[in-house]
């Protein structure tokens, strides 16, 4: 295993969109959501671990959930699990990660990944992210990762593909990001052929990450430069910790960084990719009945019904008639029923429980 190659997985969510599920003490990441007997976290670093060395397998998370890692993740080292002292987007943790992959290793080139993908053809994986690190090793890039779509999704981002650098090579420049476009505009980008799914996979040379942040703004490259020297000089990393979450804008890296920026590429990838932030994509990444229904890890009887997805606590029973594209799933304290696609209204359940009902419910 290459020593420079650094993956960094980021565990910090809270997954409301997969409420009742997930919740703020134990979320999605944590969860065995495709009973698998495994978490999504565990798939992860699993994946990751097949072809890059643990020891540099990098795990941010929320300080609250330091102890769900360690015990999900045995003999991960102390140094290994980075702890966000606030939830603040992609940016501040990514930008933490990066300073101590370089801390690490000069040379080092890392991998972002979310803790919530379902990857079909873990060869196939390993040999794009191989790839993909190699490329960014040996040129001043940021490299996205795409998937070429099968229908019109709304809830997933899209890049546009310009010109392809290399023949076969199946990396090309970007045009464009669009994150979560309306139905139309989606089936407009899946026609056109120009466009892939944002996998939410980017992998940098550290340099070239920490290069691009401060380039981004004057605001990121007085923050960024000097949390850059007092982390190098060793000093109480805490606080700096603290300065870097707080003043870094809560923005996506997409929006902070790569449109920002002239040299991203992205790479056409080739393993089977879903986001499993959703219930319909949870839904869709597990084998159906002949209507269309997904039973997780429960017992149930359903009666004209199609293309729903239910999943309850052990010892409990659902008796479910004449629904179609329903979720039904119990945790704890909360049953929720509702439409499988509306995930603007699952948002809204949880914040309206929070508001009404009490912490205790989300």
């Known amino acids: ?47 990751f671990a097949s072809f890059i060395d643990t020891d540099n397998i990098i795990i941010v998370t929320n300080e609250h959930y330091r102890q769900l890692v360690t015990d999900q993740i045995p003999g991960i080292k102390y140094e290994n699990i980075l702890m966000e002292p606030m939830r603040r987007n992609t940016v501040p943790a990514v930008t933490w990660a990066a300073m101590e992959v370089k801390r690490r290793c000069a040379e080092g080139r890392f991998i972002v990944s979310p803790s919530d993908q379902n990857i079909t053809d873990y060869d196939a994986f390993q040999e794009d992210v191989l790839r993909g690190l190699e490329f960014v090793g040996k040129n001043d890039v940021q490299l996205t990762m795409g998937a070429k779509p099968s229908r019109p999704e709304v809830s997933y981002g899209y890049i546009q593909m310009a010109e392809e650098l290399e023949n076969n090579a199946h990396i090309y420049k970007v045009r464009s990001f ?31 990450f920490l290069n691009a942040l401060k380039g981004a703004s004057e605001e990121f490259a007085g923050i960024v430069e000097h949390v850059m020297e007092q982390y190098a000089a060793g ?56 209507m269309g229904n997904v039973v997780i890890d429960s017992k149930s009887l359903l009666y004209d019904c199609k293309d729903c997805i239910i999943k309850l606590p052990d010892g409990h029973v659902a008796v479910v008639q004449g629904l179609e594209d329903y979720v039904v799933v119990e945790e704890g304290n909360v049953l929720v029923i509702c439409k499988k696609g509306d995930q603007k209204n699952i948002r809204k359940f949880v914040n309206d429980a929070q508001l009404n009902l009490g912490e205790e419910y989300v």
């Open 1 to 47: 295993m290459d020593k420079r190659n650094y993956c960094v997985i980021l565990a910090g969510g809270m997954g409301s969109r997969l409420w009742p599920m997930s919740r703020e003490k134990k979320p999605k990441q944590f969860i065995d959501v495709l009973g698998t007997g495994k978490s999504l976290l565990q798939m992860t670093f699993e994946r």
């Open 235 to 290: 000093d109480y990393i805490a606080d700096l910790l603290m300065e870097l979450f707080t003043k870094c804008p809560n923005m996506s890296l997409e929006q902070s960084v790569l449109e920002k920026s002239d040299n991203v590429d992205v790479m056409l990838c080739h393993f089977g990719w879903a986001d499993l932030g959703t219930w319909a994509a949870v839904h869709e990444a597990l084998p159906q009945s002949d």
């Open 178 to 208: 669009t994150e979560k476009p309306a139905n139309e505009f989606a089936k407009i980008f899946y026609e056109s052929g120009e466009f892939l799914w944002n996998t939410g996979l980017f992998l940098w040379g550290a340099d070239t």
